[in-house]
């Protein structure tokens, strides 16, 4: 047979027959610690973690439920179960309704109640330990996780971001055509690769993180994305018209991301035959939303596909993308309550209206 | 803060990647202002460095790049031990904080750091560190301003 894990009951009680009586009855099923009163007992608890913890409720220094009430702070783990020989209902259900004790059984008791009451308070006791180990062992795996996708955020990019320095040297020193093509390809490449990583954070934090809220400065906020972005293709040319008449309070994450997205887009499906390059960024603030229009003169999207495009790893002909961008940039916007709509013809460019709520 | 010096002629770069590290020293010889550009692939030789131009009173660099993910010193640990560096002679020397990671947290502590003048993302820009330069030392031109190609 297995041995089980041993039980370990104390019974506290200031009747020293009392105290034998239960040690008779039940040191064959579990290990039994006995205390003739609080200080007593206070001392095994100090030194042994008991399991479950039976007290009777007449004792001439404390009564149970007083002292199952100071043991509260300390040892919140055992069950308690109060022995009790007369019934104080408005005792007992303040003891019951505050989480005092597990259960109560009447004096004398009968053998078969508490051994019964003793067992389901074990087993209570196993199922809160195991829920408590498991919340402790998905905390971990949730720290582990956050330091993983940071270290990737840094050790992917950081090689990137040097790849991305060497090829900008080549084109300052007037290099970039030597090679034929390569060195564009090679270029491609590496913003493809850059470009994913930062979709799969961005995927990542969105669906992770609460929206906070924050005070907004768009034409802040705007300005330095757009200095970001425009490093990866410097022909094209940036309008910005912001105006924000009241101040803006939403999550700054989820809002950036959305702009970086349309960015990052605008720039991509730029036509590469366009001389005039360009990109409109209009925002409109007032106390109850940011209205905010994006427009670009790049090859655009046909009419049938403007429902698809927000659909996760839909890529749009040209190849270019992950196809998660505009997925990530919806449920981003879903966080936030706002919307978008999309106006665009083949050729000629697109407009993305998008709309978010001011939480004033 | 505008350098009462009115010409930049030092700059120290410090990342523990050494193609980063040279990449960065590429673009800043491009920049074609500086004497002087020491460049640390360790921060701690780095701090050792500045403390000893402090104990001989000597003129700490005009300008620091500093990278944020290092082993054994970080850059925000980098930070601390430089504000220990006498105020006199460290308040001509203006940080620049260069990063390719984009994590929130990390901007948001670096932007609670007075002593540092800017975040900039990797790679370092030709047109960008123009850019500072001008706004940081408003009176000096050479050719810098818009400055495009080589001399």
């Known amino acids: 047979m297995i041995k089980m894990p041993s039980i370990k009951v104390l019974y506290v009680d200031d009747e020293p027959y009392n105290l034998e009586s239960f040690r008779a009855m039940f040191r064959r099923q579990y290990e039994i610690f006995t205390a003739s009163s609080a200080m007593e007992a206070y001392d095994i608890l100090e030194k042994t973690e008991v399991h479950v913890i039976v007290s009777d409720q007449k004792m001439p220094d404390i009564t149970g439920v007083e002292f199952f009430k100071s043991l509260k702070e300390k040892y919140p783990d055992p069950l308690r179960i109060l022995v009790t020989g007369f019934v104080d209902v408005q005792v007992l259900a303040d003891a019951i309704n505050h989480g005092d004790i597990y259960h109560y059984i009447t004096k004398p008791w009968n053998d078969l109640d508490l051994k019964q009451s003793i067992a389901n308070a074990y087993e209570a006791y196993a199922a809160r330990a195991s829920l408590k180990e498991k919340v402790i062992s998905l905390q971990r795996s949730n720290d582990e996780l956050n330091r993983f996708v940071y270290s990737i955020s840094h050790e992917l990019r950081a090689p990137l971001t040097s790849a991305i320095g060497i090829i900008n040297l080549i084109k300052l020193e007037d290099l970039y055509h030597s090679s034929g093509s390569y060195w564009e390809l090679m270029e491609t490449c590496i913003k493809d690769l850059d470009y994913y990583i930062n979709n799969i954070l961005d995927y990542y934090k969105n669906s992770r993180f609460e929206a906070e809220r924050e005070n907004i400065d768009f034409q802040a906020l705007v300005d330095r994305l757009i200095s970001i972005h425009k490093k990866s293709d410097l022909d094209v040319k940036f309008f910005t018209d912001i105006v924000q008449e009241n101040t803006f309070f939403g999550d700054k994450f989820r809002t950036e991301l959305i702009f970086s997205n349309l960015i990052s887009n605008a720039i991509r499906y730029q036509n590469p035959e366009e001389t005039d390059k360009k990109v409109d960024v209009l925002i409109r603030v007032n106390a109850k939303e940011a209205l905010i229009n994006i427009v670009d003169n790049g090859v655009g999207i046909p009419k049938e596909i403007h429902d698809k495009i927000f659909n996760q790893f839909f890529r749009g002909q040209s190849e270019k993308g992950t196809g998660l961008g505009l997925f990530i940039l919806k449920e981003a916007l879903s966080k936030l309550n706002g919307s978008i709509t999309v106006d665009s013809l083949p050729k000629a460019g697109s407009r993305f209206i998008v709309r978010l709520p001011n939480n004033v | ?151």
Do not use: W
Request: aromatic share 8%.
């Open chain 2, 1 to 151: 803060m505008v350098s009462k010096f009115n010409q930049p002629q030092s700059i120290m770069l410090i990342d523990d990647n050494k193609v980063a590290l040279l990449l960065c020293r590429k673009i800043i010889e491009k920049v074609n202002i500086f004497d002087e550009i020491i460049s640390f692939q360790n921060p701690i030789y780095a701090i050792r460095h500045l403390q000893a131009l402090e104990a001989n009173k000597d003129l700490l660099p005009d300008i620091i790049l500093l990278d944020l993910q290092m082993p054994e010193m970080d850059g925000f640990e980098f930070l601390d031990h430089f504000k220990n560096i006498q105020k006199e002679y460290r308040q001509n020397s203006h940080i620049l904080i260069l990063t390719s990671s984009i994590d929130e947290n990390d901007a948001e502590k670096i932007r609670k750091q007075k002593i540092v003048h800017k975040l900039l993302d990797k790679p370092l820009m030709l047109d960008t560190i123009i850019s500072i330069i001008n706004e940081l030392y408003p009176s000096f031109e050479y050719p810098l301003r818009g400055y495009k190609g080589t001399l």
